[in-house]
T-cell receptor
Framework: GIQVEQSPPDLILQEGANSTLRCNFS?????LQWFHQNPWGQLINLFY???GTKQNGRLSATTVATERYSLLYISSSQTTDSGVYFCAVPLTISSGSARQLTFGSGTQLTVLP | DGGITQSPKYLFRKEGQNVTLSCEQN?????MYWYRQDPGQGLRLIYY???????QKGDIAEGYSVSREKKESFPLTVTSAQKNPTAFYLC?????????????????????FGPGTRLTVL
């Protein structure tokens, strides 16, 4: 199956700093999702980004599907940005159109005040 | 409000007992999924369902069972056959059904998650 690798595994920042999280995947994909898992476990959708660049406030993401990677940028980080960031890519299930997500192991981000 | 609800938030089970985790959505989504998360790891798929009365095994289905009698509901039963059931369980849904919509259309394929259930076996 497809492999998804995220780096770095851990990241500690001072409030206000910028950061870049990376997601590499082993096979061609036609979409990709970024999530933020808060300390209570809730997975929050950040981006659905098959290709190109999207921005939402202080966050932006870029996916280069031909080179099999995606980047998540966090600017002017805040303590509320702390948590685990996951990327996930779908595996088309042969019997239909529902698509299992294959997750990376995540990047644990800690933003210090 | 539209969304996905899971109950209970915390669940404790004695060894040898079956327990059922609830997942309900009012988003009118066709597809629903159950994932398991172990500490420090990503999520792994247990079961998924594309439409009512249909479901398929994921990567780690052994020791679990599901039903899909209503579009809104996709309960997961953790049976006594599951050797290591202590984990965080997340339910998800997507519009994605069996209509053959191309996967590049985000509104049909984006998965949204419920708040999760933490299961602990005593």
């Amino acid at each position: 199956g497809i492999q998804v690798e995220q780096s770095p595994p851990d990241l500690i920042l001072q409030e206000g700093a910028n950061s870049t999280l990376r997601c590499n995947f082993s096979d061609s994909v036609n979409n990709l999702q970024w999530f933020h898992q808060n300390p209570w476990g809730q997975l929050i959708n950040l981006f659905y980004i098959p290709s190109g660049t999207k921005q939402n406030g202080r966050l932006s993401a870029t996916t280069v599907a031909t080179e099999r990677y995606s980047l998540l940028y966090i600017s002017s980080s805040q303590t509320t940005d702390s948590g685990v960031y996951f990327c996930a890519v779908p595996l088309t299930i042969s019997s239909g159109s529902a698509r299992q997500l294959t997750f990376g192991s995540g990047t644990q981000l800690t933003v210090l005040p | 409000d539209g969304g996905i609800t899971q109950s209970p938030k915390y669940l404790f089970r004695k060894e040898g007992q079956n327990v059922t985790l609830s997942c309900e959505q009012n988003l009118n989504h066709d597809a629903m999924y159950w994932y398991r998360q172990d500490p420090g790891q990503g999520l792994r798929l247990i079961y998924y369902s594309q439409i009512v009365n249909d479901f398929q095994k994921g990567d780690i289905a052994e020791g679990y069972s599901v039903s899909r009698e209503k579009k809104e509901s996709f309960p997961l039963t953790v049976t006594s056959a599951q050797k290591n059931p202590t984990a965080f369980y997340l339910c998800a849904s997507s519009i994605d059904g069996t209509s053959g919509i191309p996967s590049t259309l985000s509104s049909y394929n984006e998965q949204f998650f419920g708040p999760g259930t933490r299961l602990t076996v005593l």
